[in-house]
């Protein structure tokens, strides 16, 4: 009488409707109809693939520092404007000031995480929404661009230029770039911090509900000021690999940035209220962004605001479909 | 057992909320290897007591000593540290993490920083199975149902912290009978191996079948404490609603009209989390009085009638056949009219006037877009105004500045204008004074004489036998008797139903 035994209590359907794994599976099949369709229709070449990952390797960085934040039930709109910032700080570090490449670097990946936890001190301890706290982030990182320079500044650093050429061969003629590379790793480390560290499971918990991650006596304010840092890292480390990218800084590089952030990490099947998603969802997200990106441009008749229709509509029914797992979710209890 | 130390004395412990005493000068103490009940009404200070010990409320004054040490306990995690954990009534645990991640939370088995899933699954299925519970645990924890979810939360408090004071706040209200006594069988094997155990209920039954000690609160004070062999219910049940049996009034007599026909009728009707099934007949020129402590569910049969909250089982009759009561305009429709208990947060509008607060529910009932002419609003406004002797007698004076008791028949005012068949009073003389109390209780029989069906629900078990034809007596949430008022009938006789739960 004492043995309580319970399964549970859903159908073969259900149960796979309501599987985390779900949206991640379906952005998948999504990327990987939408490839084969490209391919057909465009005949796409060896490199298209590994091109997706080049030409938004930063978009990565900055979906997987999204990823963090909104696991946790937040939102970092200041993004984008790290983005912008870090590419001009490094380049009015290396340029102007004559600091060492490395040392910039390092500088500019710091500033981003300090600027990152302030905004999480601002968010927890003063109790400001996300939203509004890293808005003030928006505006201020973007200002602090234009007051190092109101022009592009373009880096003519050899190393820059080297590292930015240099193709990691994949064989046959395909290759990956560096910031493709970083992209990658940053990724891999952003999965092994979530799945197997004490930190990335409180971040789920946190944004499974904060309230019972403080009761259950985890440390939910170093979580939650890390979790920002972590997004203003990677925003910074976004900027260093648009630099590559670009090769200059601009004090306008990145403006909305942190929205294409954001869907793709929605796209990527987080759900926007916490403690369900997935980085690989969100590395497949930038994908699925990146293919649109292709796909509309070789076909050449369309302008390019169709990139922005479409991403509305993926948007659009993605999030309709959390609502459908959600609805699921919240039956039961 | 009473020679050993405890392993928790609270003494003096005070707290303060903006200008409400949550507890003054409370003393508890624990001891290892007991149970031990933490009784009291809702807002006697339960919840504020463990908050306390928990963490979550730094005390204004008082001392916490545990093991006969002087401590200062700071938060949840600095109390788990100590060896205290709680389990809450709502589960306080992530539904989106598998039932073996929640158990060991912060505590996970970690090789270089990497968690190790593998033995900690391992360790998980082993304590899950320990006490008596057959689960995934790889599966998510929103996935099981709640009785679950509330036993994985125990394992969660028990095993990780190693703890020596475990908290059980109300674990019980959501649980069936079986899975109640898997609670149990888990408590009863804690204590064998020395926990000292503190368990909210409600449930009186339940107190008796498991606890050895009690210790009962009232209005943020300590009462007294007691082995639970020591006390029997009816005592209980005394001491938690704080009347002295010996001095009270003489009851009033009844005049009983004739009591018409049945206004309203439910068969079965209840809600899961609010009310069991109860039959109940509501006939015209009758006063049903619901007696019961707090949180046994008076308001929340009263709410079922009105269409507050829906009904998922039984059925409402009234005159012209069966009514699915959907919401509050279809009870208003059917001449349901409802004084709310929380008469500021729900009822009366303070920033508007006497007057627009007086004709809210009857501009509502037409319908916002068919305007009440202004002549025929004074004409009732004024009428009522002067019926129930509202003072000041100005229409146009703020609800807000009016006295408690002159507030409330703004509110019968307001519902009466639209000439209800059955009127629901909830607490409709709390908080204010005898003299205005007295005048409400009388206008009430007045109505009732006048064929109104009315159902009252007060705390105040004198007056509601005072008012009363029928007494409904609600306890843990089920109605359990129906008393016939009469000479026989009496405050000792309620409480008896209540401590006996009907049985007697």
């Keep these: 009488m004492t043995t309580l035994s319970a399964s549970p209590a859903v159908s073969a359907a259900g149960r796979l409707l309501r599987d985390r794994r779900l949206p991640v599976v379906v952005t998948l099949a999504l990327f990987l109809v939408m490839y084969a369709w490209g391919g057909y229709r465009y005949s796409f070449d060896a490199q298209v693939a590994p091109n997706l990952l080049v030409n938004n390797c930063y978009l990565v960085v900055a979906a997987v520092g999204a990823t963090f934040v909104i696991l946790t039930g937040g939102i970092d709109l200041s993004i984008g404007s790290v983005i912008g910032f870090s590419g001009m700080l490094l380049a009015q570090l290396v340029v102007v000031e004559h600091v060492p490449l490395a040392v910039a670097s390092l500088i500019v990946l710091f500033v981003g995480t300090l600027g990152g936890a302030l905004m999480g001190c601002m968010i927890h301890f003063y109790k400001v929404q996300p939203f509004i706290a890293t808005l003030t982030g928006l505006f201020l990182f973007r200002g602090l661009s234009l007051v190092l320079s109101k022009q592009a500044i373009s880096i003519n650093e050899p190393t820059v230029s080297n590292l930015a050429q240099y193709h990691i061969p994949l064989g046959g003629d395909v290759f990956l770039s560096v910031g493709a590379a970083v992209a990658l790793l940053t990724v891999l480390v952003a999965v092994v911090v979530l799945h197997f560290s004490r930190f990335g499971r409180r971040v789920y918990a946190v944004g499974g509900s904060e309230q019972s991650a403080l009761l259950m006596g985890l440390p939910v304010a170093r979580t939650k000021i890390t979790v920002y840092a972590v997004s203003g890292f990677c925003s910074a480390l976004a900027g260093l690999v648009f630099v590559l990218y670009i090769q200059s800084g601009d004090p306008l590089h990145g403006v909305g940035m942190e929205l294409d952030a954001i869907a793709a990490v929605v796209i990527g099947g987080t759900l926007l209220t916490g403690g369900t998603g997935y980085v690989l969802g969100s590395l497949l997200g930038v994908l699925v962004l990146g293919l649109i990106k292709t796909i509309i441009s070789d076909e050449g008749t369309l302008s390019s605001w169709w990139i922005k229709i479409f991403t509305g509509v993926l948007l659009l029914l993605f999030i309709l479909l959390q609502r459908v797992i959600g609805a699921r979710g919240s039956a039961r209890s | 057992m009473a020679e050993t130390q405890p392993v928790l004395r609270m003494t003096g412990i005070s707290k303060e909320f903006t200008a409400v005493r949550a507890l003054s000068e409370v003393d508890f103490r624990l001891y290892p290897g007991e149970i031990h009940a933490l009784l009291g009404e809702n807002g006697a200070g339960k919840s504020t007591l463990i908050k306390v010990l928990t963490g979550v409320y730094d005390l204004d004054a008082g001392a916490v000593e545990l093991n006969g040490e002087q401590v200062r306990i700071t938060s949840p995690h600095h109390a788990q540290q100590l060896g205290i954990s709680t389990v809450y009534q709502e589960v306080n645990l992530c539904p989106n993490l598998t039932v073996a991640e929640n158990i060991f939370l912060g505590r996970e088995q970690t090789a ?393």
């Design chain 2, 112 to 504: 270089g920083g990497l968690i190790k899933w593998r033995s900690t699954r391992t360790a998980a299925r082993r304590l899950v199975a320990k006490f008596g519970l057959d689960l995934d645990v790889s599966a998510p924890l929103g996935e099981y149902p709640l009785a679950i979810q509330q036993l994985v939360a125990i394992v969660r408090a028990v095993e990780g912290s190693s703890a020596r004071v475990l908290i059980l706040d109300e674990p019980t209200s959501s649980l069936d009978r079986d899975e109640v006594q898997v609670l149990f069988s888990v408590m009863r094997r804690l204590k064998e191996e020395g926990v000292a155990i503190v368990f909210v209920s409600h449930f009186l039954d339940q107190i008796y079948e498991i606890c050895d000690r009690m210790t009962i609160l009232r209005n943020g004070r300590l009462v007294g404490e007691h082995l639970v062999s020591e006390l029997d219910r009816v005592g209980l049940v005394r001491a938690m609603i704080g009347k002295e049996l010996g001095g009270l009034e003489e009851l009033a007599e009844h005049d009983r009209p004739p009591i018409g026909d049945p206004v309203l009728r439910a068969e079965g009707l209840g809600r899961k989390g609010g009310i069991a099934p109860f039959d109940l007949d509501l006939r015209s020129g009758e006063v049903v009085g619901l007696a019961g402590l707090l949180g046994s569910g008076r308001t929340e049969l009263a709410r079922l009638l009105f269409g507050a909250d829906t009904a998922d089982s039984g059925r409402v009759e009234m005159p012209g056949g069966p009514v699915a009561l959907r919401g509050p305009h279809v009870a208003i429709g059917r001449g349901i009219a409802f004084c709310s208990e929380n008469r500021r947060a729900e009822g009366l509008i303070p920033e508007l006037t006497v007057r627009e607060n007086i004709i809210l529910a009857m501009q509502a009932a037409r319908g916002w877009t068919r305007r009440l002419p202004r002549e025929k609003v004074d004409e009732l406004v004024a009428r009522y105004i002067r019926v129930l002797d509202i003072r000041p007698g100005d229409p146009e004076a703020k609800a807000g500045a009016l006295s408690g008791g002159n507030q409330q028949k703004v509110l019968l005012a307001r519902w009466l204008i639209t000439e209800p068949k059955l009127l629901i009073l909830d607490e409709p003389t709390r908080g204010i004074d005898v003299g205005a109390k007295a005048e409400i209780q009388k206008l009430v029989a007045g109505l009732a004489a006048e064929g109104l069906s009315v159902l009252y629900i007060s705390a105040e078990l004198e007056e509601v036998l005072r008012l009363s034809h029928t007494i409904g007596v609600l306890r843990d949430r089920t109605l359990v008797a129906r008393l016939d008022n009469g000479p026989d009938v009496t405050e000792e006789r309620i409480m008896e139903t209540i401590a006996s739960g009907g049985h007697a």
